[in-house]
């Protein structure tokens, strides 16, 4: 086991350092969170095109984790319906709170599984949770808006709670 956590923390400390799909997209809904705790930000930006993820990128200053989360985040969503989405999020925040049932391990979570260790230290499920909530903000505010984003449309800002 002590193996496969720093297999683990190797993986959360890579995209800590070098994010994927980090960066802007211009035109995209987005959302901003913010970590209360830290004072960590996160903007999440995301197209969908037919109930299906187009492309997520994101930018922000955030610890190993939140960056690693938010990473590793649009890399597993990229092509995921909204219902996916949906259901990925909910498997990922029972794995991080501890609320998981236990009967159906990590497999469906994928390479998310990495932060499985997170459970152990509470004050850190807001660090893995951040882009995941702010993700949902964005496409929450994306499909109150019928049709393409108007310019001028506040982006929505979440804090986790
Ligand atoms: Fe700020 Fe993790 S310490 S998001």
Same mark, same amino acid.
């Given at each position: ?14 995209? $800590?350092?070098?994010?994927?799909? *980090? $960066? ?16 960590? @930000?996160?903007? %999440? ?5 037919? &109930?299906?993820?187009?492309? %997520?990128?994101?930018?922000? +200053? ?8 938010? +990473?590793?985040?649009? #890399? ?15 498997? *990922?925040?029972?794995?991080? !709170?501890?609320?998981?049932? &236990?009967? #159906? &391990? ?8 990495? *932060? ?6 509470? @004050?850190?499920?807001?660090?893995? !949770? ?11 505010? +994306? ?13 929505? #800002?979440?804090?986790?709670?």
């Amino acid at each position: 086991m002590s193996d496969l956590r720093d297999l683990y923390q190797e993986v959360i400390l890579d995209h $800590g350092k070098n994010p994927r799909n *980090f $960066g802007k997209i211009e035109g995209a809904r987005s959302a901003h969170g913010h970590n209360p705790l830290c004072g960590d @930000l996160v903007t %999440i930006y995301v197209t969908v095109q037919d &109930g299906v993820i187009e492309d %997520i990128r994101f930018e922000g +200053s955030g610890c190993a984790i939140s960056t690693a989360s938010a +990473s590793m985040m649009t #890399q597993a969503l990229k092509g995921r319906t909204r219902e996916e989405v949906d259901r990925l999020f909910e498997r *990922f925040h029972e794995m991080v !709170t501890g609320r998981a049932d &236990g009967t #159906q &391990g990590t497999d469906d979570l994928g390479k998310l599984a990495v *932060f499985e260790g997170v459970v152990e230290f509470p @004050l850190r499920v807001k660090c893995a !949770t951040l882009s995941w909530h702010t993700l949902k903000a964005a496409l929450e505010a +994306s499909s109150e808006a019928a049709g393409p984003e108007q310019p001028g449309t506040p982006e929505p #800002q979440v804090t986790t709670e």
